[in-house]
């Protein structure tokens, strides 16, 4: 922030365990100022007052936009299928959003926040963060050098623990959305794909994904709750020409070049430095500073509710090739 610069003003919808365990604490990096909270349980909106440094609370996110008239923006992390109500809300008081993805619990109301986004001017960044996160933005620059040569194929797994969702497609639209967004962001666009589906124990479930993108690359997602959440989760490798780039579980990134020595970074976490943070590490902090800055009109969003809607009509496609059936009025939920 400018020295003599004032933080921008936000409001917070949502006090669950994701939001006060990783959203509320990435505050501290940003110029983003906590000035109120709201949830709709008073205790729980109280408690991440004061441990945040809010001067007040409310209960329902329309008591903090009836309530408090000097707001720049709010932010909003709830269940999937809450987004909706609360974007329409804090877009007709004439605010800018951030939503913690996927901004909705379905395509059909992802849909009307993109018309809503237009129809108001106004923005609605998604909370996309590995994005933002340092080893994917360097692999993002890495495969677009010439010496890389075209992108051809990608690689995505993300496998996770069970015991978080309630079905399928809660774990596909909460959570395996993610590497559906990066699959987009580092490729393009996905033109077709083709789905095969395991069953384990206690609900625990496979997929893997065949892709084909409009640039004529292929690639392949494994998504998953077959593993535990202590184990490895998370690894993209992408294939050039003679070159590839991976990223190992967010914070390892390394570049094999066709000839040469090739390139790798990883955050030193001995060193107590705000860019040696998990929060920054991750993507969190950066994505919220972006945010800062959306808001006082420096840029635009670099993740919209655009974004959303794409990997969501993609998570839908995935889900009706395994062999699911997207019902009327159907959401996501998350357990925890």
Not at 33 to 48: G, I, K, M, P
Not at 128 to 133: D, E, L, Q, S
Not at 296 to 325: K, M, Q
């Amino acid at each position: 922030m400018a020295e003599g610069e004032d933080k921008v003003r936000i409001g917070f919808v949502g006090c669950g365990q994701h939001g006060t365990s990783i959203v509320y604490p990435s505050l501290r990096f940003t110029d983003l100022q906590l000035v109120a909270t709201s949830s709709l349980v008073e205790d729980e909106a109280v408690r991440n007052a004061r441990q945040f440094g809010a001067d007040r609370w409310h209960v329902r996110h329309d008591r903090l936009l009836a309530d408090e008239p000097d707001l720049d923006a709010v932010l909003v992390v709830v269940q999937p299928f809450q987004y909706r109500e609360i974007v329409l809300d804090v877009l007709g008081r004439g605010l800018p959003v951030y939503a913690e993805k996927p901004a909705c619990g379905s395509v059909a109301e992802v849909t009307e926040l993109v018309e809503a986004s237009r129809s108001t001017g106004l923005p609605v960044q998604v909370g996309f963060m590995k994005r933002f996160a340092p080893a994917y933005e360097l692999m993002h620059a890495a495969i677009h050098e010439p010496e890389f040569g075209t992108p051809s194929f990608f690689s995505g797994t993300f496998a996770m623990g069970s015991d978080v969702y309630p079905d399928d497609y809660s774990f596909l639209v909460d959570n395996s959305v993610h590497m559906v967004d990066l699959a987009h962001y580092m490729m393009g666009e996905i033109a077709d794909l083709e789905v095969k589906r395991a069953e384990g124990k206690g609900g625990r479930v496979a997929y893997a994904v065949a892709l084909q993108f409009v640039s004529g690359a292929v690639g392949t997602l494994h998504l998953s709750t077959m593993q535990s959440w202590e184990s490895h989760n998370e690894r993209v490798e992408i294939t050039g020409e003679g070159s590839a780039a991976v990223v190992d579980n967010v914070v390892s990134f390394r570049q094999y070049a066709a000839t040469g020595p090739g390139a790798a970074w990883e955050p030193n976490f001995t060193v107590p430095l705000d860019e040696n943070h998990f929060v920054w590490v991750a993507g969190y902090a950066p994505e919220l500073q972006h945010f800062a800055d959306v808001v006082r009109g420096r840029c635009t969003p670099h993740v919209t509710i655009e974004d959303s809607r794409r990997a969501l009509e993609i998570v839908n496609r995935i889900f009706v090739a395994g062999g699911g059936v997207i019902a009327e009025g159907m959401k996501a939920t998350i357990l925890t």
